[in-house]
């Protein structure tokens, strides 16, 4: 026999998925709705990412060397001066970053659909074939061609609002809404944020969250995002970002505004049977830093790894036991980073006394270090017992000065 695995949704998720899956041999269909899809997103990848997932240089709009904290009152914090030559975030439109990694996938052999899945069918044994019922829009047309195709295994990357997670009945998750507006900024303006990102926090711009300007190719992504989902209230807070960043903004023309659902924490199941959720269908969004596209490609890399392995390269039909090795590995690397982000998050975000008392904390080198060597490297990094001391106490002293830790 040979396995023959669906990916539903060609994001960072899904195409690594498919990626792995048809290196290994095994036959693998790819089904993405709107082939030049742009996910609203800060688009930052770690440097990690680059080498790790190999995206060439061109793929990077931006390298990010220098970031700016921004206080409730506007106290601003630079960081960056601990990052060696080199090192940098990388700023991508996720439509430049997708396409690239779903065409790699289907170069290798993935069999991408330009399709929506509608329905997934549910086999009565473990041994029988999961059926999709999708759409094929490859006609151009928006109801397309109704189709089935049978798998032995399914992989959900189809985003916050998966319908593969449904069919599965994988539980609901809590989550935020990121509203962002792409602006192109006078030459002079957008000469300020060559190198330059920009977080503001304050209830202002979101009351659990953060803002951003983060630069792109020719224009700047302005946005913000909060668990307090409801219209009236989102387009409050892209007011109170737009406010702030007022005098680096003038003269900017609004060329495209999205938003998107993002995950708050992981769903309550991932795996049922041979179908496994992966990227933001899964939840593998970071709290605090909102950070999801790295993650995501890891998941699907990770989920596909462990399908080839389990399957001896496609050779026989992987068990649900099998597909949660995929989650034992991925809670046992990574566990340890979203619970220390979701502590930050709780302690730092409650209120603007204690955003301040963030900011502050963000000047001292000790704490940046730790910051960018994590988020690039993804590693929490164990400093040595007496920076830990001190970086300890530095959060304490600026949490008692701004009476933040006040219940």
């Not at 030049?36 to 930052?44: F, L, R, T, V, Y």
């Not at 779903?102 to 170069?107: F, I, L, P, Q, S």
């Not at 049922?272 to 969004?285: F, H, K, P, Q, S």
């Not at 597909?323 to 930050?344: A, C, F, M």
Request: charged share 25%.
């Amino acid at each position: 026999m040979a396995l023959r695995v669906a990916v539903v949704g060609g994001g960072p998720a899904g195409s690594s998925a498919a990626e792995t899956l048809v290196k290994a041999g095994i036959e693998t269909y790819l089904f993405e709705r709107k082939l030049d899809n742009a996910k609203p997103c800060g688009g930052a990848i770690p440097l990690c990412m680059v080498s790790e997932f190999d995206i060439p240089p061109e793929i990077v709009d931006r390298r990010v060397r220098k970031m700016k904290m921004i206080s409730p009152s506007n106290i601003e914090v630079n960081i960056g001066s601990t990052l060696k030559d080199g090192e940098y975030i990388g700023m991508c439109r996720r439509e430049v970053l997708d396409g690239f990694l779903r065409e790699r996938a289907e170069k290798l052999g993935t069999h991408v659909i330009n399709g929506t899945v509608h329905k997934l069918e549910i086999p009565g044994s473990d041994k029988d074939p999961y059926t999709l019922h999708y759409a094929d829009h490859s006609d151009g047309s928006i109801q397309g061609t109704f189709k089935t195709l049978q798998v032995d295994v399914v992989i959900g990357a189809d985003g916050a609002n998966s319908r593969v997670a449904k069919a599965i009945d994988a539980g609901d998750y809590n989550y935020a809404i990121a509203f962002q507006e792409r602006i192109r900024l006078p030459e002079d303006k957008m000469a300020y944020y060559n190198e330059l990102a920009e977080m503001y926090v304050g209830d202002d711009v979101s009351p659990d969250f953060y803002a951003w300007v983060f630069p792109k190719y020719d224009h700047v992504a302005v946005g913000t995002g909060t668990m307090r989902v409801n219209q009236a209230k989102i387009k409050q807070l892209q007011a109170g970002i737009r406010t702030r960043a007022a005098k680096r903004l003038e003269g900017g023309e609004i060329i495209k505004v999205e938003a998107h659902p993002i995950p708050e924490h992981p769903r309550p199941r991932r795996v049922v049977g041979r179908v496994a959720l992966v990227g933001d269908a899964a939840g593998t969004v970071t709290k605090s830093s909102g950070e999801g596209i790295y993650f995501a490609a890891k998941s699907g890399r990770m989920c596909a790894e462990t399908i080839v392995a389990t399957s001896h390269r496609g050779q026989r039909i992987p068990t649900e036991a099998d597909l949660k090795e995929y989650l034992k590995r991925w809670d046992k690397k990574y566990g340890i980073t979203y619970l220390v982000l979701d502590i930050l998050q709780r302690v730092f975000y409650r209120s603007d006394a204690t955003r301040e008392a963030f900011v502050e904390m963000c000047e001292d080198i000790d704490v940046q270090k730790l910051t960018f060597d994590s988020y690039l490297y993804k590693t929490v990094v164990p400093a040595n017992p007496l920076t830990q001391l001190k970086i300890t106490a530095k959060t304490l002293g600026s949490l008692l000065r701004g009476n933040a830790l006040a219940p």
